[in-house]
């Protein structure tokens, strides 16, 4: 940016001064005027951050069948441990590697990287037919990745519940606040001397596996998964096949009145609950625990409600 050097010569003024930065080189030769370097005075965003890898798999429609047949053709005896921790983590490893067996990562992008090398490579080799077909192929590849990109889009506007929740996000929709209650000291007491009488104590707890058979078929497959990685559409798909090994889980489990540590984990992520955040007291913890221990929950929560005395029913 030139200008005349005059009364005012060391100042510049221009629009943006708090996004740049200034510097004044060295005269052009004999010139009567002086070049303005302006800089960003900011970091770019792509800087500031390292860039992250996220690996999207899709399913196959004949994911579900497979997993059902390698799931029946297991031998789980064999992934027995008198530890119940390790015998968890080895039963839930074990579902997960299968489930990374059947799905497939979407390469979209990979094969037009793959295509823009070959096209670069092409043109550095000198090989005018080479270089041809190579920018044909990128032509086509890039026509063919927009396609599947547009039926994503228009598959994605067919179901009201995504539409619905893209307008949210975007809108930065959070939902009505819901206002307690009044707290009465008394009225807590009360209920709690209610709720935690028993007669008598209840019966030991046995699982069958027509159970746990039930509570998996009864899953929601599009709750989010847990640290475990085994989604939810897994469980109700397969839960026949895997009835049996987690119903020696949670008897283990509820027979030495343990809880195996991979099933406690939990992925906390934190919600704004209101825009701009200026403290940590503006953020929501959601924990995302994993789907079968949201199933054991619910069977035991049963137990719970068939040991209470009639009066309390």
């Known amino acids: ?31 009567d005027h002086l070049s303005l370097l302006l800089t960003p005075a900011y970091t770019p965003l792509s800087r500031q951050t390292m860039p992250t890898k996220r690996t999207i798999s899709t399913w196959p429609e004949d994911a579900l069948p497979r997993l059902q047949d390698c799931f029946e053709h297991t031998q789980w005896e064999a992934l027995y441990h008198e530890d ?34 070959a096209r670069d490579s092409a043109f550095r080799s000198g090989d005018r037919a080479l270089y041809s077909v190579a920018r044909a192929d990128l032509r ?42 009044d707290s009465d000291a008394g009225l807590a007491e009360e209920l709690n001397s209610f709720f935690a009488r028993f007669d008598t104590p209840p019966p030991p707890l ?76 503006d953020f929501r913890p959601i924990a995302l625990t994993p789907v079968i221990t949201k199933c054991f929950e619910k069977l035991r929560f049963g137990f719970s409600n068939c040991g209470l005395h009639p009066s309390s029913g």
């Open 1 to 31: 940016m030139p200008y005349k050097r005059g009364k005012h010569s060391g100042s510049c003024v221009f629009q943006h001064q708090a996004c740049v930065q200034s510097h004044t080189p060295p005269h052009l030769g004999r010139s």
């Open 140 to 181: 086509r590849g890039i026509r063919t990745a927009k396609a599947e990109y547009k039926r994503r889009i228009e598959e994605h506007l067919n179901n009201l519940r995504q539409v619905g929740q893209g307008i949210q996000t975007i809108t930065n929709y959070r939902g009505r606040a819901v206002t307690p209650g």
């Open 206 to 281: 046995t699982l069958e596996p027509k159970d746990v058979r039930r509570v998996l078929c009864l899953g929601n497959p599009r709750k989010a998964t847990g640290q475990d990685g085994v989604p939810g559409k897994v469980l109700k798909a397969c839960a026949k096949q895997l009835s049996q090994v987690f119903t020696d889980i949670f008897n283990l489990s509820l027979e030495r009145t343990v809880i195996p540590p991979c099933l406690k984990s939990a992925i906390i992520i934190p919600i704004p609950k209101k825009s701009p955040t200026t403290s940590l007291n």
């Open 84 to 117: 119940l921790a390790t015998f968890t983590d080895e039963v839930l490893s074990y579902i997960k590697y299968c489930i990374g067996n059947v799905t497939v990562e979407k390469c979209i992008r990979v094969q037009v990287r793959m295509l823009l090398r």
